[in-house]
């Protein structure tokens, strides 16, 4: 609308104009060499008007004659690149659907048309990789590295190939680049991670993890459960370069991240008494403990003083009942080793305790201990056995990826994934696989004459 109106006013002007000149009382003389030309102004204006249109039409004329063979070449050209482009298309779309002949054919013909394009080495890549040529494919995505714009492309073809072929070394330097040259390429992330604790390079996974979240490939959750493992794990290898005090630094950022972590809090404690720390030693398992009491944290606990007697580490094993009286943990804890002091009437108390919350294999088998260490009949201490054998899982560690009980706490699962081993109650039928771990406590400890004497004589 905007245009007609400014069309319309433009052209009344110059109507206007017209007729003004032509109406205009001027003449105009124009002498020259003896000759005299006389006219009015309205025909000399539309005279330099009529000379400038021919002007500018002789112009372009000429311009569009100059410029011929440039818009024709360019012309060719921009056909040849939709022919290369419909080439490429169609070649993509084979290669997709395992038409390796066919690609060949159609990545030739992109190639003479278009050149060497990042598009066409992706798609001469793709059909190497449909006839089994992984030679022809990596060179392909050699020469993707040379154009920042298909770096990353190439890095991951050859970062595929080598996984393919089992070549970790490799695939963790080319994982590096690509997170190097795109730290938010979510598939670089997740590959230098997996590489990275595949390969126990824990200190350079702990610079990786953080980005692990921002990206959507773990829960906050998961990010805190790798970050402790990997505190962990460091702790573990600074012990074999005989690096104690670093090891113990270590554990403590592990338990910092998760508190209650028992593989770290009973490794913690075990060389701070190995340093002379006893009373940090001490605190490190009752702290976890009061967070989630573990078998773990109860051995550790009871490798701070090997050579006392069960009546001593029942003693002073009430300092744990102290920091979390409640939880089954503890009551079987206690319960075991009064029944190796001889407490039967306390190793009573807290196996009914326990079973209370609920019977488990482990609370009846203590539970037909302490009957037979009571003088009970056979019968009523085979009853608790047959309960023990049909009685819910005791918590253990699990495989998060297969239900597998492992019996022990392992930084990778059965199917190799980092950080997917959880203490928690497994399928029944997975827990009987897995043959009970023998008490913990009976490990180097001394009989208690005093007090074991009373539970002979009943």
């Not at 000399?44 to 569009?64: F, K, Q």
């Not at 290369?84 to 084979?94: D, I, T």
């Not at 050149?115 to 006839?131: F, H």
């Not at 670093?246 to 340093?275: Q, T, V, Y």
Request: aromatic share 6%; with cysteine; hydrophobic share 50%.
């Amino acid at each position: 609308m905007i245009r007609v109106i400014v069309f319309v006013v433009v052209a009344s002007v110059v109507a206007v104009l017209a007729t003004w000149l032509a109406d205009f009382p001027a003449e105009v003389a124009i002498f020259g060499q003896g000759y005299e030309l006389r006219t009015s102004l309205g025909v000399l204006a539309a005279g330099v008007l009529i000379v400038a249109a021919v002007v500018a039409v002789l112009v372009e004329l000429y311009r569009m004659l100059v410029t011929a063979p440039r818009r024709l070449a360019r012309y060719r050209q921009d056909r040849r690149t939709l022919r290369g482009y419909q080439a490429l298309g169609q070649g993509m779309l084979a290669a997709a659907s395992g038409n390796a002949g066919q690609a060949r054919l159609l990545a030739a013909e992109a190639k003479r048309l278009l050149g060497e394009a990042p598009a066409i080495l992706l798609l001469d890549a793709q059909t190497a990789q449909l006839t089994g040529d992984d030679r022809a494919a990596a060179q392909s995505f050699r020469r993707m590295l040379d154009s920042p714009e298909s770096e990353l492309m190439g890095l991951r073809g050859l970062l595929t190939q080598a996984m393919r072929a089992g070549d970790r070394e490799e695939a963790l330097e080319l994982a590096r680049r690509a997170y190097r040259r795109s730290p938010d390429a979510p598939w670089a992330v997740s590959a230098l991670f997996e590489l990275l604790t595949g390969a126990q390079r824990w200190s350079e996974a702990l610079a990786v993890v953080d980005r692990l979240v921002p990206l959507g490939l773990a829960s906050p959750e998961e990010a805190t459960r790798y970050r402790a493992i990997l505190h962990h794990l460091r702790a573990v290898e600074l012990q074999g370069e005989r690096r104690p005090m670093d090891a113990l630094k270590e554990e403590r950022k592990a338990l910092k991240a998760l508190p209650g972590f028992a593989p770290a809090a009973a490794n913690a404690a075990r060389i701070a008494h190995r340093l002379g720390r006893d009373r940090e030693a001490r605190r490190l398992v009752e702290d976890a403990w009061q967070i989630a009491p573990h078998p773990e944290l109860a051995r550790a606990y009871a490798d701070l003083a090997p050579m006392e007697r069960p009546g001593e580490r029942y003693r002073r094993f009430e300092r744990l009942r102290a920091r979390n009286a409640d939880h089954v943990e503890t009551r079987l804890a206690l319960a075991e080793l009064a029944l190796l002091a001889g407490r039967l009437d306390d190793a009573r108390q807290h196996l009914e305790v326990a079973l209370a919350k609920g019977a488990t294999p482990r609370a009846c088998r203590l539970m037909a201990e302490l009957e037979r260490a009571a003088g009970a009949s056979a019968s009523v201490v085979q009853s608790w056995l047959a309960k023990a054998g049909e009685a819910e899982p005791d918590p253990a560690w699990v495989c998060d990826d297969t239900g597998e009980v492992l019996p022990e706490w392992r930084p990778f699962s059965t199917s190799g994934r980092f950080g997917a081993v959880s203490w928690t109650v497994p399928p029944k039928v997975s827990a009987l696989a897995v043959p009970p771990r023998p008490p913990f406590l009976l490990v180097d400890s001394r009989p208690e004459p005093s007090e074991a004497e009373p539970a002979q004589a009943a």
